[in-house]
């Protein structure tokens, strides 16, 4: 009961009338009604769909690649692609388009949502911006944001615009472009100029700010933003817990924190490993780099009771719209780390039974009715798309929070 | 030759035309000009005025506070007086303001230029908050900024008007009424609330933003309230070093990073003690209190080679406009901590002389010339304000950084 209450802001209860092609209402009929999408985001980074989808897999790994694939469509509705400028498009003016519009068209086609990441950052960025004027680069910066997001429209419309700006103008590791302008521009002011310029290119995309951070550093910097009237859809939360997992009280904190702003949250990277913990004295998690990372028994089972009480805070934060988790599978995870829910040979953890468990089962809805006299039946489910079957017909449907009754043509 | 090219931005050269009633040249005639002020602001924190320009001090007290302010006069040309709403309206509805007026009116008519600290501040406010309802304390706020603005309106023309806002809302150690209504508006907002009201008020004032924490914090805070298009006439930072001298990397450190937004810098609340230093592990200075901390002669001088340093760099810093010690006297110190330029018996110590030195001799002009035959004396000087004898005759006239030539008539 209480868990039901605590989920009542990701449900609906609503009368779906059914009526026949003439428009009477289908009476006294048997229909079940079968939850197959989430308005809820469940994400993961799954960069090795680039390959697959443009069929550049060595063909001693296509069934790997496509057996790590089908785990990954039975699990989840969004999908993180790679931006990164200095890979995206390495050398200037040949952009990785045609590859990453095929990637993201798959994953259209199977129902997945993608998103973009990221228009802007420091890391990874184009190395040639470094021969460039400080305005050169933010030329370039600019019509980079106007032609990846105008050729992938329609196809990705979420976008992490830009990524820890908290650090950008005081990243020292090495020179980079856009750190250079993030100084001249001041932090509000290059998200100020990266978001007006996305959403020129993209009106309804849904657009978010990415960091790390998640100290008093980022809420002052995103309560700047929203002062000088920059519109953000969604915070970013980045929570890469390579280190130990953050635990409830540090979670709930954040989410406190973060939720003063009453905008919707995304917990954009996610990570908890089945592996040993990275020492705590690591500042910067790339310099953590070990030959061998293993996930372990042992640690499989904590990773697997993280992942469900993490996934279980998060999905009933009201202000929660999307929880991406950031590797996939332990085979070309970041850092090495085993932070997959798949196993290097593709075998399940438990951490993916569990989320399966909670993502397909515990919150997912499966109604069998039967139609009153007005041929009404009532849903009573999570939000999302559902299919409703009745005497060997299938209809398609939308449970969402707010609307009047839905009505169904048979 | 160096020292003098790093103070480049502090003095100017400029002809000065003697010339009579009738408009004619003085022509060949020996002339004095001595520096009476300086366009800096070198200010002091002196509470003690308000007692003994009220004649409230007990009389066997009465020398001893008079000599002291003597040499607060012989040193200083700005202070700070003190606004904190607990204490200056202690009970509701009956300000202090006559006393504080009473108190700005001594210092101005001496030639002090008076700040009011602060407006707005979590600390020290009014208990009587507590008992209203959020709307009510900002109604409170708003009320008090605009009759107290008002009020001092010619007296008092600089305002700290929202203090140590990156701590505000989280600001935990007992509830007050500031801290309820920051939450409420956040960081950005709460400032962009209190400026408005203080610049509605005066509009020509010079207006602060005041904090300690001159972390990074603090930086994407200034940023924010730039772009929401707050007009900060100064950043004001805090440099309490009861816990050691930052010394020359932290604070060419700090001023680099807060000389970003190229606007004025007033170090606001300077310490820097003659006794043993205040344990490093202590985060609330206020939450070091013991029975004596005495002012020795080894720490005097480790003081007097800070003050020099601190101040040279601080006067060499061309954004840098005013400089504020935090406690004049050990007599009355905040925290009790021997962080005056005189002791407890009115002695100086060397700090005290060495900053005299500076104000007084290295960064004063003193100036013996002769007019030529257009009645021109040309002076290079540091800014400010001066007098000119010549002939037993005396003529006030400001030297300032821009501008033509001066003409006095003597």
Same mark, same amino acid.
């Given at each position: 009961?209480?868990?039901?209450?605590?989920?009542?802001?990701?449900?609906?209860?609503?009368?779906?009338?059914?009526?026949?092609?003439?428009?009477?209402?289908?009476?006294?009929?048997?229909?079940?009604?079968?939850?197959?999408?989430?308005?809820?985001?469940?994400?993961?980074?799954?960069?090795?769909?680039?390959?697959?989808?443009?069929?550049?897999?060595?063909?001693? @790994?296509?069934?790997?690649?496509?057996?790590?694939?089908?785990?990954?469509?039975?699990?989840?509705?969004?999908?993180?692609?790679?931006?990164?400028?200095?890979?995206?498009?390495?050398?200037?003016?040949?952009?990785?388009?045609?590859?990453?519009?095929?990637?993201?068209?798959?994953?259209?086609?199977?129902?997945?949502?993608?998103?973009?990441?990221?228009?802007?950052?420091?890391?990874?960025?184009?190395?040639?911006?470094?021969?460039?004027?400080?305005?050169?680069?933010? @030329?370039?910066?600019?019509?980079?944001?106007?032609?990846?997001?105008?050729?992938?429209?329609?196809?990705?419309?979420?976008?992490?615009?830009?990524?820890?700006?908290?650090?950008?103008?005081?990243?020292?590791?090495?020179?980079?472009?856009?750190?250079?302008?993030?100084?001249?521009?001041?932090?509000?002011?290059?998200?100020?100029?990266?978001?007006?310029?996305?959403?020129?290119?993209?009106?309804?995309? +849904?657009?978010?700010?990415?960091?790390?951070?998640?100290?008093?550093?980022?809420?002052?910097?995103?309560?700047?933003?929203?002062?000088?009237?920059?519109?953000?859809?969604?915070?970013?939360?980045?929570?890469?817990?390579?280190?130990?997992?953050?635990?409830?009280?540090?979670?709930?904190?954040?989410?406190?924190?973060?939720?003063?702003?009453?905008?919707?949250?995304?917990?954009?990277?996610?990570?908890?490993?089945?592996?040993?913990?990275?020492?705590?004295?690591?500042?910067?998690?790339?310099?953590?780099?070990?030959?061998?990372?293993?996930?372990?028994?042992?640690?499989?089972? @904590?990773?697997?009771?993280?992942?469900?009480?993490?996934?279980?805070?998060?999905?009933?934060?009201?202000?929660?719209?999307?929880?991406?988790?950031?590797?996939?599978?332990?085979?070309?995870?970041?850092?090495?780390?085993?932070?997959?829910?798949?196993?290097?040979?593709?075998?399940?953890?438990?951490?993916?039974?569990?989320?399966?468990?909670?993502?397909?089962?515990?919150?997912?809805?499966?109604?069998?009715?039967? +139609?009153?006299?007005?041929?009404?039946?009532?849903?009573?489910?999570?939000?999302?798309?559902?299919?409703?079957?009745?005497?060997?017909?299938?209809?398609?449907?939308?449970?969402?929070?707010?609307?009047?009754?839905?009505?169904?043509?048979?």
């Amino acid at each position: 009961m209480s868990k039901v209450n605590m989920l009542a802001h990701r449900m609906a209860t609503k009368a779906i009338q059914l009526v026949d092609a003439s428009g009477n209402p289908v009476v006294g009929k048997e229909v079940e009604m079968k939850q197959t999408n989430h308005e809820f985001l469940f994400g993961c980074g799954i960069f090795d769909v680039i390959d697959v989808a443009n069929k550049k897999v060595p063909a001693d @790994r296509l069934a790997f690649q496509e057996e790590k694939l089908d785990k990954f469509l039975d699990l989840f509705n969004a999908a993180t692609l790679p931006f990164y400028w200095g890979m995206f498009e390495q050398e200037e003016g040949k952009p990785r388009t045609k590859e990453l519009q095929t990637a993201a068209k798959w994953l259209k086609d199977r129902n997945i949502s993608v998103k973009g990441h990221p228009l802007c950052w420091h890391t990874l960025t184009a190395p040639w911006l470094l021969d460039m004027t400080n305005e050169e680069i933010l @030329r370039a910066q600019f019509d980079r944001i106007k032609r990846d997001v105008t050729d992938f429209k329609g196809l990705i419309d979420t976008w992490d615009v830009i990524n820890e700006v908290v650090i950008m103008p005081i990243f020292d590791k090495y020179d980079n472009g856009i750190t250079r302008i993030s100084q001249d521009l001041g932090r509000v002011g290059i998200i100020k100029e990266m978001f007006a310029k996305t959403r020129l290119y993209n009106p309804e995309a +849904t657009l978010l700010l990415n960091d790390f951070n998640t100290s008093i550093n980022y809420e002052i910097l995103i309560d700047g933003c929203l002062n000088a009237g920059i519109s953000i859809d969604a915070i970013g939360i980045q929570s890469h817990q390579h280190q130990g997992y953050w635990g409830l009280e540090k979670l709930e904190e954040v989410l406190d924190r973060f939720s003063s702003f009453g905008l919707p949250i995304h917990f954009t990277e996610n990570t908890l490993t089945s592996g040993h913990l990275m020492p705590a004295e690591i500042e910067d998690l790339n310099d953590y780099q070990i030959p061998e990372w293993p996930s372990t028994e042992e640690f499989e089972e @904590r990773q697997a009771k993280e992942v469900e009480e993490m996934y279980t805070v998060l999905f009933e934060h009201p202000l929660v719209e999307a929880v991406t988790t950031w590797s996939f599978s332990d085979d070309g995870a970041w850092l090495g780390a085993p932070a997959g829910f798949l196993r290097k040979d593709n075998s399940e953890k438990p951490s993916y039974q569990v989320l399966k468990k909670l993502i397909k089962e515990d919150w997912s809805t499966n109604h069998q009715g039967k +139609t009153d006299e007005q041929g009404v039946v009532t849903l009573e489910g999570f939000l999302g798309d559902y299919e409703l079957i009745c005497e060997g017909e299938k209809v398609s449907f939308k449970l969402e929070g707010s609307g009047e009754r839905v009505q169904l043509v048979l």
